[in-house]
């Protein structure tokens, strides 16, 4: 009777932790679909956390493994405060400029959580399979562990590349060898881990899973390091997913429903979201990892010798002031200046003039799709005067004066008209088409993509040379003592 | 090809529930207008923190030194990615928000 009973308890476990699963797959999927609406996408982001914490608990309380329930229950509950805190405390803290780079690291972190359970779950693998006296581990377990660590160990390894790159802590390695050192590292990567699946299981024999698991890293720097700065953000999307996929081998490997949706979710989404990136800024996937960028950058270097209008402080103060339509079109070197306060206040300041102000909005402007609009959001900026590039270039025919702050790629007149150009036909905010034109830039430098930029020399446009807060600041102040 | 049409009797309703994720995947997320690319990607960056969920079946079943504290490091980097993933999501979406 006793054994009746128990048998009974120990289904109902199992079946509330399954509910749970089917749970949190369909709160991951509304999740992600509510956050691709703006008005819906916040709610959608707490619904995904709900079934994530709902997975979390579940699987701490009713999951079993031969019949035996979660152990080191302590040691798990301290695991998750501490990760929790540091998450929760990096993420309240982080620069809003900064955003790319903390994704990044969350994502490596993801994909080391994944390659670390690969790497404690071979060495049990092989002990089965040795006693069962198998003559190799031809399995889908294999497959699953195997896998999993090989793409989590790139994803860790390519997300702290990315990150240093962002932050500006190392360069790009151009050098087309690169590619035929990566395109064959990751032949022998695919090879070692069939041959793998081949050896005979000897308990405790675990150094082939080390050996690759370190080739793996050494591939997630090499497969990053050729790839220009400014398409880290394609390339933590890319690496995302295949968090995703790393952490759905998990789930195969644990028969778990959760995990597998979850993970398998993420990663087409991801694939799909990395297209969508690239097409926003008119390349391929395939030439954002050949690293085309920069390499045949030389277009457009006849410009050396034009020159180039400057224009006062008062100037400028008066333009602004008398016009009757602008458009800021806002760069990353705003961000970077943290002058989105002082640009809100301009425009504050000018609109109060009556004058209409308006944002241009490149979708790549920033360092990643959409960040410009997360950054001017953050200083306030009503959300009606963020207008999509599309609409924006409509308009800019009837704007009198177009200010250009921190940006340079996304207004290079060369992705019109110079087919040499590495990026010709990249939509750009058609900045020409305004009867004035003031670009704000610390210097002559080429932008973030390394490109010379023609619209510095043209007749219609003056240039405010220096930091973009301290201009932005002397700027007010002149047009207020106006 | 035994072997093969072997393993996929054995794992047949994991290849489906796969396949039917990814165009799911794919699905949920095609109409997403630019300016939610970030949010959207940081937002699955944090759902495939779903890892975490694996790395606390390991811990619960670890015996020795070794695994277990593998399995504590592993708890801690998959708890970092899911808080840290909903948390930065939340606090680029308040931004969207607050404007009005």
């Not at chain 1, 391929?284 to 960028?293: E, P, R, T």
């Not at chain 2, 790395?55 to 708890?79: C, K, N, Q, R, S």
Request: aromatic share 8%; glycine share 8%.
């Amino acid at each position: 009777m006793e054994t009746i009973t128990k048998l009974i308890e120990f289904t109902s476990e199992i079946s509330i932790l399954e509910l749970s699963y089917i749970v949190a797959s369909v709160l991951f999927i509304l999740g992600l679909k509510k956050l691709s609406h703006p008005a819906t996408a916040r709610a959608g982001n707490l619904w995904s956390a709900a079934g994530m914490t709902a997975a979390i608990i579940f699987t701490i309380l009713f999951h079993k493994k031969d019949g035996e329930p979660i152990g080191n229950i302590v040691w798990i509950v301290v695991a998750l405060a501490i990760g929790s805190f540091i998450g929760w405390y990096a993420s309240k803290k982080v620069k809003m400029t900064a955003m790319p780079q903390i994704v990044s690291i969350f994502n490596g972190m993801g994909g080391a959580c994944a390659a670390l359970i690969s790497m404690m779950e071979f060495p049990k693998m092989q002990a089965a399979l040795a006693i069962e006296t198998a003559p190799h581990m031809l399995c889908g377990e294999a497959i699953a562990i195997l896998l999993g660590l090989m793409i989590g160990s790139v994803s860790f390894a390519g997300s702290m590349i990315a990150f240093l790159k962002l932050d500006g802590r190392i360069g790009d390695i151009k050098n087309p060898v690169l590619r035929i050192i990566n395109l064959t590292f990751l032949v022998v990567l695919l090879v070692a881990l069939v041959l793998i699946m081949f050896l005979q299981p000897v308990e405790g024999n675990n150094w082939p899973i080390y050996v690759f698991a370190c080739a793996a890293l050494l591939y997630g720097v090499t497969f990053v390091m050729p790839i220009g700065g400014a398409d880290m953000p394609v390339v933590i999307s890319l690496l995302n997913s295949f968090t995703g996929v790393a952490a759905a081998m998990g789930g195969f490997l644990y028969n778990n429903q959760a995990m597998l949706t979850g993970g398998i979710l993420v990663g087409s989404s991801g694939t799909i979201l990395t297209i969508l990136m690239c097409k926003a800024m008119n390349r391929s996937l395939v030439n954002v990892i050949i690293g085309a960028f920069g390499v045949s950058a030389a277009g457009g270097s006849e410009a050396a010798d034009k020159t180039v209008k400057e224009i006062s402080l008062s100037d400028a103060a008066v333009l602004l002031s008398y016009s009757q339509k602008i458009y800021i079109v806002p760069g990353y070197g705003l961000a970077v200046a943290q002058a989105q306060h002082l640009c809100h206040e301009l425009d504050n300041l000018l609109s109060s003039k009556g004058v209409e102000v308006k944002y241009a909005i490149h979708p790549v402007a920033g360092r990643m799709p959409g960040h410009m609009n997360v950054l001017l959001a953050e200083a306030d900026v009503p959300y009606e005067k963020l207008v999509e590039m599309e609409d924006a270039n409509n308009e800019m025919a009837n704007t009198d004066v177009a200010i250009v702050i921190g940006a340079n790629d996304v207004v290079n007149p060369a992705a019109e008209e110079d087919p040499s150009s590495p990026i010709y036909g990249m939509p750009i905010i058609k900045v020409l088409d305004a009867r004035n034109i003031i670009v704000m830039k610390r210097s002559m430098a080429a932008g973030y993509a390394a490109i010379p930029n023609n619209l510095f020399y043209h007749p219609k446009n003056r240039m405010l040379f220096g930091d973009a807060k301290v201009t932005l600041q002397k700027l007010v102040a002149e047009i207020k003592s106006l | 090809m035994e072997e093969i049409l072997k393993f996929f009797m054995e794992y047949k309703d994991m290849i489906f529930i796969i396949i039917l994720s990814i165009f799911l995947g794919i699905e949920v997320i095609s109409h997403v207008p630019a300016v939610l690319h970030t949010p959207l990607m940081s937002g699955s960056n944090a759902i495939h923190g779903v890892v975490i969920i694996g790395a606390i079946i390991v811990m619960g079943h670890a015996e020795d030194t070794l695994p277990l504290i593998l399995g504590f490091i592993a708890v801690i980097l998959g708890t970092l990615n899911v808080v840290g993933g909903f948390v930065v999501t939340d606090r680029m979406l308040e931004m969207f928000r607050k404007k009005k």
